[in-house]
């Protein structure tokens, strides 16, 4: 393993818990009932929150890795330079991730507005 993934790896650890607490900390929002989540009480996924910041931010620090990707590559560069293999990895993990926090959001959402106004649809 080269030394871009192993930087690569202990930064993705790194932001990855740093997001996940943040989005974490929202949790005392959310009411449950019987070990579910009780949306009409819970109003955290109907609204602008923390976690729509921690998707945006995860996007830009994506597109940004793409970008240094496609430089380096455009250039010249291998997979022996440890740069192509940071980027390579941070490029693999945080579109994942992000399009990860985005369809849950999108389902807690989709399935609140149906336990809320279940007459609507």
Request: charged content about 15%; glycine content about 8%; some cysteine.
């Amino acid at each position: 393993m080269g030394t871009g993934f192993l930087v690569g790896l202990i930064v993705a650890g790194v932001l990855g818990i740093l997001f996940g607490v943040i989005i974490a900390s929202l949790q005392k929002h959310v009411h449950k009932k019987n070990g579910k989540i009780d949306f009409k009480k819970s109003n955290l996924y109907f609204y602008w929150s923390r976690w729509d910041y921690v998707m945006i931010a995860s996007s830009a620090y994506s597109i940004i890795c793409i970008t240094g990707l496609f430089y380096l590559v455009v250039s010249g560069e291998d997979i022996q330079n440890p740069f192509v293999q940071f980027f390579l990895h941070q490029t693999f993990v945080f579109p994942l991730l992000t399009f990860l926090w985005f369809i849950f959001r999108l389902a807690y959402t989709y399935k609140g507005i149906k336990e809320r106004w279940p007459n609507e649809f």
